[in-house]
């Protein structure tokens, strides 16, 4: 079993910054693709960012790209997303994913370990 647990969400101005963080226990994230999605009330469960373990290549939903980073420590098993020039529409719950590496790493469906979720919520 992989335990993922975000933290750094909270209440930010539009423009501002905030940086994730997730931290994963009990399996290496070896054998998974990293991700994070994000969910909105109201709306479906959306695809943000990954980056694969071994490649470190990443990946961003259009709406982010250029504003937000995805990044990994994997002597400490964390990942981060920072992200930058937030804007309102950014609101929402974010949650950390471990998707296996035969999945579509931008279906929440095929995540196998969801973190919590922390709520991310950027003011006008």
């Known amino acids: 079993q992989v335990q993922l647990v975000e933290s750094g969400g909270g209440l930010v101005q539009a423009g501002g910054s905030l940086r994730l963080s997730c931290a994963a226990s009990g399996r290496t994230f070896s054998s998974y693709v990293r991700g994070w999605f994000r969910q909105a009330p109201g709306k479906e469960r959306e695809f943000v960012a990954a980056?694969?373990?071994?490649?470190?290549?990443?990946v961003y939903a259009a709406s982010v790209k250029g504003r937000f980073t995805i990044s990994t420590d994997n002597a400490k098993n964390t990942v981060y997303l920072q992200m930058n020039s937030l804007k309102p529409e950014d609101t929402a719950v974010y949650y950390c994913a471990a998707i296996p590496r035969s999945r579509d790493y931008r279906d929440y469906k095929g995540v196998s370990y969801w973190g919590q979720g922390t709520q991310v919520t950027v003011s006008s």
């Open positions: 980056i694969t373990y071994r490649e470190d290549t990443t």
